[in-house]
């Protein structure tokens, strides 16, 4: 692919025109004033909190801003405030988007043009955070990056990849993937297992140019594809678990156990998600099945000793309850005899005034009649 180099239209950057689909306010005058380009030296809050600024050193050429997906060819030369240079790279290709670099840069480079060299400071929140990175980056650790923008490249057709191309690229986004779930940020490890995604299934496109490289793959390679995809899908799992995100999660391990009904790990966290539904009896049933499998791994029996703890107290829980409702229901019974009886009782009494009453009224009756006649 070529480097591209897009003339500008008018005074918008090409962000806008580009690619609307971003759901931008425009006329919101912050985000028209971080979008716009800025002259050089003057310094730009990014993100309006103090933790990512940006300085042109050196105009670029107006309108050439790279997109999201777009492969962008970057010099970028880090320094801690002591001026230590801890990164450097002369010709490092990322895929804008993909955090395939810090996240910070990741963000001040989509406000780059081509040929602009930037000075870009970043917070560590946006850099290596709480953990720093071996084995010169300490923790809490703000970066100044020095960035040139030489060129970027639109992403292609992913149809029109080859297997072997679409492999290498999944895996490798994969794997920045693990790089941000072992540092404790499933979030953007989510954001790169499924990009990965998006290039280890087969071509779906019916042109010729794509079966004629579906007809020259393998079934090897084929089933090669099909397992980076599970082993992806299993790690997103993982990852969607640490988010709380547990309906994502099961989704995502269900097309593992399709393909893959014995793989153990993808048993053991749908059985680790039940349980964290509240589906104990489920949750039991599936790590049955995994430790049926591997009846030596730890992780697994200490999830099902405490299952089966829990399961026990479910149990007696429906029990109390059973329990409790045929208590309601026979002191209602109770309650229902008792005023029934109060009520039979309450007849006689009612009728043996009536009959005094009326005696009394007649012997009234009679000594008033003789003493007036």
């Known amino acids: ?67 999201r997906t777009d492969y962008c060819t970057l010099k970028i030369i880090g320094k801690l405030e002591d001026g230590t240079i801890v990164e450097e790279h002369e010709n490092i290709v990322i895929q804008l988007g993909d955090v395939e670099v810090v996240q910070g840069l990741d963000l001040a480079i989509a406000l780059m043009n081509v040929g602009e060299i930037a000075e870009v400071e970043v917070a560590s929140r946006f ?25 970027f490249e639109l992403e292609g057709d992913i149809e029109t990849f080859s297997i072997n191309q679409r492999k290498q690229i999944g895996n490798k986004k994969r794997e920045r993937g693990n790089w941000w779930f072992t540092r404790d940020e499933p979030t953007l490890a989510i954001q790169c297992y499924r990009r990965a995604l998006d290039f280890l299934f087969p071509s779906k496109n019916t042109s010729n140019s794509s079966d004629e490289i579906e007809e020259s793959a ?13 082993k992806v899908y299993n790690n997103l799992t993982a990852a969607q678990i640490k988010t709380q995100a547990y309906d994502a999660a099961l989704k995502s391990v269900e097309n593992v156990l399709t393909c893959q009904p014995q793989n153990v790990k993808a048993l053991f966290r749908k059985g680790r998600i039940l349980h964290l539904k509240g589906e104990h009896s489920l949750a039991y049933a599936t790590l049955l099945q995994a430790a049926k499998l591997e009846p030596e791994t730890k992780a697994i029996q200490q999830e099902l000793t ?57 012997v009234v009756g009679v000594l008033v009649y003789r003493f007036t006649s």
């Not at 809490?140 to 040139?148: A, F, G």
């Not at 089966?308 to 208590?327: C, F, I, S, W």
């Open 1 to 67: 692919m070529d480097n591209i180099e897009i003339q500008s239209e008018d005074t918008k950057p090409s962000s806008f025109k580009r690619n609307p689909k971003f759901n931008l306010d425009y006329q919101d005058p912050l985000i028209t004033q971080t979008l716009s380009d800025h002259p050089k030296d003057e310094c730009i809050d990014i993100l309006g909190n103090g933790q990512l600024k940006k300085t042109v050193i050196k105009e670029g050429q107006s309108g050439t801003r790279p997109d």
């Open 218 to 230: 393998s079934d090897t390679e084929l089933q090669a594809l099909l397992e980076d995809r599970m």
């Open 306 to 362: 405490i299952l089966r703890e829990k399961n026990v107290k479910d149990a007696q829980h429906e029990k109390n309850l059973y329990r409790k409702m045929l208590g309601t229901h026979k002191t209602n019974n109770a309650t229902t005899k008792d005023m029934k009886n109060q009520n039979k009782s309450k007849i006689p009494n009612k009728l043996a005034w009536s009959i005094i009453g009326g005696a009394v009224a007649t």
């Open 127 to 151: 850099a290596y955070g709480t953990l720093g990175k071996e084995p010169n980056i300490p923790p809490n650790s703000t970066i100044w990056y020095t960035v040139e923008l030489k060129s």
